[in-house]
């Protein structure tokens, strides 16, 4: 990573080996990242730089991305510590290559400076954003405190905080709240149950999203513990925070945001921890009121940063807000606090040991659950403002919704029409009226051609296609939207190409499909876009009786199909729609396997192709009107049949636009 920043005579090498280790790594993920338009680096407080996975490992997508696929690559929600001076120098100059570095708090704001990077930024955690959502836990106001885990290495640590848990029920009579941040926490569990008995603490169920957890946190008195975000949670629905160490500075770091809020106490100062308490409890309304005060210049910060991201991810580039370049509360020296943490993240690397990688060591593709269900829950609960981030997970993942659970996936159908629509994502099968054959289909659409034909499918706009789904009628349902505005035979006639590829009384629905195109073949022909049109000769090459039929269908798919994978590679590529200056290129230019090049301007075979396809036979069957109209709109349209028509100089072998 050095010899590429520094741009060093084996720098290419070294960034052609990282690459390589990259795809090695993260296979399909790193094809997704070597696709996007913009990166973003999610890097909180993990690099300790003690050992390679947590250190150079966490810095290589985001690195070759921006070193050899030249993508914008931005740093958010980091804190930086590094216990190595090797690797300390390592991610500073790959920092500098970055097009933006923000660390979350404000200790990381100095120490980033002081490993020698050069821009920071200043961009508090998107935990300060959580809305609090009420569930099915019913936890009493004010009757509870939480209390959650920590990072911090060593035996005795959750004793530590057990005791100091078991204090403050005992000298407030508050229940305990047993909060689960990640396995280790379960130790509290194991103490609860060994002390207090079942009945003594409360707890979160497993599986609960962090806005119902966020609803827990607001009716509790106060939290205890050392757990970043959860912290981060309670301040944010208005319950102050009595802090222990982490695995880093960041509690530090937070509290120095807040102004000096909630300061880190040791596990074992309980006069200290007592004495948070008894403020919190004695003086509840001053210490809501300096809880909102610490929490505005936290929410400006968010907002103006907010304000940045859409702008940069439209393509609208725009400098970073001067707000951002400043730490809110009160500035903090790294070096204050650096010690502690060093010799405490050392020591947990010393029993740290790689793990056996199963299969391709990727792991799953997150369920459709994880994916979809806190959004969907908010939104069902009324807070709309979750709109535009579930119309993006939606986007993004439009197959997961038929793959979730049946009663998640009707949660997700009972989203409103117009946001499956804008989100491409499968409308809901009518119950009372399933679409599940020709049956089903005709006492939609009837069975006269000429009715069909005249008859509007209603709407206001054609929708974009949408992913395939699994339930048959869940996808004509959609497949219909797709024909809004339009005549509805061309539903009709995507309809039975639908369930004619599902197996759906296949016969049947192909005997419909040819009568359509022998009584209406200039009506479909030019109505249905080349997309329809192709399926209609895959259809005829699949399920025709006369092998010519088939061999003229297909003719006509492989033809525009090979326009669409040579198109999709220079959109790919992004030679799409630039503009294009042929150099000479003569017919001896070898290509591949003894094929040689099209002479631009001169060459005649598309002429010859023309004149091929021109001469079929069985001129009135439906494929060859098919086939003419796929041939005369690749010069319609911008193609590579009508941009070398459009340069050719040389009258002999030029050829015409129509069959």
Not at 249 to 256: D, F, H, T
Not at 325 to 343: E, I, K, M, N
Not at 442 to 471: F, N, W, Y
Request: hydrophobic share 40%; with cysteine; charged share 20%.
């Amino acid at each position: 990573m050095t010899d590429v920043c520094t741009g060093g005579p084996s720098a290419g090498r070294s960034l052609d080996y990282l690459e390589r280790l990259t795809f090695e790594r993260y296979g399909r993920y790193a094809g997704q990242v070597r696709s996007s338009d913009l990166v973003f680096l999610q890097a909180e407080g993990t690099m300790g730089g003690t050992d390679f996975v947590c250190g150079a490992r966490l810095l290589l997508l985001p690195f070759v991305a921006k070193h050899a696929w030249k993508k914008p690559v931005m740093a958010v929600n980091q804190t930086i510590f590094s216990c190595d001076e090797s690797f300390t120098q390592v991610m500073a100059a790959a920092y500098n290559s970055f097009d933006l570095v923000a660390v979350r708090e404000n200790i990381s704001f100095d120490a980033a400076q002081n490993a020698g990077i050069r821009k920071v930024f200043h961009i508090p955690d998107a935990a300060f954003l959580t809305r609090p959502l009420p569930g099915t836990i019913d936890i009493p106001a004010g009757q509870h405190f939480a209390v959650t885990g920590t990072g911090w290495a060593g035996d005795e640590t959750y004793q530590d905080i057990f005791m100091a848990a078991d204090l403050l029920k005992r000298e407030t009579g508050l229940v305990p709240m047993v909060m689960i941040s990640t396995a280790a926490d379960r130790k509290l569990l194991e103490l609860g149950r060994k002390h207090w008995g079942e009945d003594g603490f409360a707890t979160i169920p497993p599986g609960v999203s962090y806005m119902v957890a966020a609803h827990a946190l607001q009716r509790c008195r106060f939290l205890l513990g050392g757990r970043y975000h959860m912290a981060i949670m309670a301040v944010a629905v208005g319950t102050p925070v009595i802090q222990l160490p982490g695995n880093s500075y960041k509690n530090e770091g937070l509290s120095a945001m807040l102004g000096g809020l909630s300061p880190v106490r040791g596990f074992d100062d309980h006069n200290a921890i007592a004495g948070d308490a008894a403020g919190f409890l004695n003086d509840p309304k001053g210490t809501a009121s300096e809880l909102r005060a610490a929490l505005e210049p936290v929410a400006e910060r968010l907002q103006q940063a907010g304000y940045y991201f859409a702008a940069i991810q439209k393509g609208q580039p725009a400098p970073v807000p001067e707000l951002l370049g400043t730490v809110p509360g009160q500035p903090v020296p790294a070096a204050a606090h650096f010690a502690a943490y060093c010799t405490n993240t050392l020591m947990r690397a010393e029993g740290f040991q790689y793990s056996q990688i199963a299969g391709d060591g990727l792991g799953k593709e997150p369920p459709p659950h994880t994916i979809f269900a806190p959004l969907v829950t908010a939104y069902h609960a009324g807070d709309h403002a979750v709109r535009n981030s579930l119309l993006q997970m939606l986007r993004s993942f439009p197959g997961k919704i038929g793959a979730s659970r049946p009663d998640f996936r009707n949660e997700i159908y009972r989203l409103p029409p117009e946001i499956l629509a804008l989100a491409g994502a499968p409308r809901p099968a009518n119950p009372q009226e399933p679409i599940t054959g020709l049956r089903d289909l005709h006492r939609l659409c009837g069975e006269r051609i000429e009715e069909m034909k005249a008859r509007i499918v209603p709407g206001t706009a054609p929708s974009p296609p949408r992913a395939k789904v699994s339930d048959i009628s869940s996808h004509i349902e959609t497949l219909r939207e797709e024909f809004s505005t339009k005549s509805e035979l061309l539903f009709y006639h995507a309809a039975l190409i639908c369930l004619i590829r599902r197996g759906i009384e296949t016969s049947d629905a192909f005997t419909r499909f040819r009568t359509i195109w022998a009584k209406e073949p200039d009506f479909l022909r030019q109505e249905l876009d080349s997309r329809w049109l192709i399926s209609a000769c895959d259809t005829f090459a699949d399920h025709a009786y006369n092998p010519t039929v088939r061999a003229l269908a297909m003719t006509g798919s492989v033809l525009v199909n090979t326009v669409k994978l040579y198109e999709t590679e220079n959109w790919a590529t992004g030679r799409r729609g630039q503009e294009l200056n042929y150099r000479a290129v003569t017919s001896q230019a070898r290509l591949y396997d003894g094929i040689s090049a099209f002479q631009i301007g001169g060459g005649d075979l598309i002429a010859n192709m023309q004149k091929r396809l021109a001469a079929m036979p069985d001129r009135k069957h439906a494929i060859s009107a098919i086939l003419s109209e796929l041939f005369s709109r690749m010069h319609t349209y911008d193609t590579v049949f009508r941009r070398f028509r459009d340069v050719h100089y040389n009258p002999r072998s030029i050829w015409e636009t129509k069959l």
